[in-house]
């Protein structure tokens, strides 16, 4: 074991593996220059009592009773209050002292108003504990300040005892006893308070390498945050997060389950890319309910929603009516809003190309605003007119793994859109051609209202198409809609199916095919 650098000089400092005899003829040398110093590091290199103080946060616990029933403490007096035997194995002997903690030790681990229940004492190695924790180098290098003190008090709670001769071990063994979840939940705590990053890192590979659950995963991501921000502990909590999105990915068929999560684990759900929801509107209102579940006062939720869920909300990908309504919502600042809506069109803006480098620029980041999810209705772009004559403009994008998906009776749906306050939508279909028997690609519009509304349409359906990627018209027509009814062309490029999807086709440019549909209401 390399003792830590020592304060007397750099010689010893790089040699911890020096003898004591050759230190003290150095020492001899330069005694009067330093005497100070070689105290502190003689004392280091014999044992050293820890006196171990469990403290209680219960009153009533092992304390002298006053004459009106109340708890009282004196901090005066000997803090003694139980002595039992100490469990073996680091070197335990009992001790009846109640030493005072070392200055600027007790005031930070222990708690007013709690009553000492038993003082244990450990013998212990400084070089060890001050080598593998900068807690315990601090401690040994300022808590004794003469050659005679030998004692150094930690006060804990009781509650942490066993963690802390579990965390005692492990520091001689590299091994620990704990073989449960809390137990060693337990450890890594007390191994982040006394700065031991071997046995974090320790604890959690045992705890990633156990079944995991909601109740666990839960438990994981709502650790302290000191405990939470260390690098040891990343991959565990990485493992929860990743463990939660997958068990709700599809939101749907969770929502109530979903609903109940604490914000850590909603926002574990919500940062996957791989989510797998209707569109992003219905993510957007998914967090209204739930922030309206959780923080019924308005100002709260504004926080909860400004700080941490408004950033998982990917609004660039939220329909344009959507995003009009969030305008006017009021759980949100309206200065936020104002902003991410703006960001939200802008990015609707920008060509393709664009869009996928943005995306790219954030692949690496917590947020992910430019990315696209899993979404189960595919989002458009839409260019709306209300004069000469009320008409959309709709774009549809689709890769070539999408439509490889669709065969060889799949179908894709789009994002809803509207027209004349009535909502329509577009979808792909693989199909049989009913001429010539083979599979082909179909596009087809639909109208989303059901009952007795009917509603006249002109329509015409376009597809980028190689050497000039142009969109170039492929059917036009009108119909009269009734709720529920949709319109379209079995075999939108006259193709069989195998052609339209061959390496040389000449609709997908760049792996996406792009289709464009025009809607005009007729008078």
Sequence with gaps: MVAPASPIGPEI?????????KTLQWLGKHIWNLVPSCLMWIIWTKPVDVLVHCEEQILTCSMPDTEDGE????????????????????GNHLNKRGDEAAPGNDGLWSMDCSAVLRVKTIHISSPILAAKSPFFYKLFSNGMRESEQRHVTLRIHASEEAALMDLLNFMYSNTLSA?????????LMAADKFEVASCMRYCSRLLRSMPMSCESALLYLDLPSSVLMADAVQPLTDAAKQFLAARYKDITKFQDEVLNLPLAGVEAVLSSDDLQVPSEDAVYDFVLKWARTHYPKLE??????GLRLGRLIRFPYMTCRKLRKVLTCNDFDPELTSK???EALFFKA??????????ADEASTRYHRFVERAYKYRPVKVVEFELPRQQCVVYLDLKREECSLLF?????????????GQGFFLSAHCNMDQQSSFHCFGLFLGMQEKGSVTFAVDYEFAARSKPTEEYVSKYKGNYTFTGGKAVGYRNLFSIPWTAFMA????????GVVHLRAELTIRQ
């Design 350 to 359: 920008e060509p393709p190309y664009r869009q996928r480098s943005l995306a």
């Design 340 to 342: 991410v809506v703006l």
């Design 179 to 187: 073989t449960t979840s809390p137990a060693l939940l337990d450890v």
């Design 408 to 420: 060889p009776t799949g179908r894709v749906y789009s994002q809803a859109f509207h027209l004349g």
């Design 13 to 21: 400092g790089r040699d911890g593996g020096r003898t004591l005899r």
């Design 503 to 510: 390496d040389d086709s000449l609709y997908f440019i760049d």
């Design 71 to 90: 708890g009282y403490v004196n901090q005066d007096e000997e803090a003694v209050a139980m002595i039992e035997e100490s469990p073996s194995g680091v």
């Design 300 to 305: 709260d939720r504004r926080e909860v929603l």
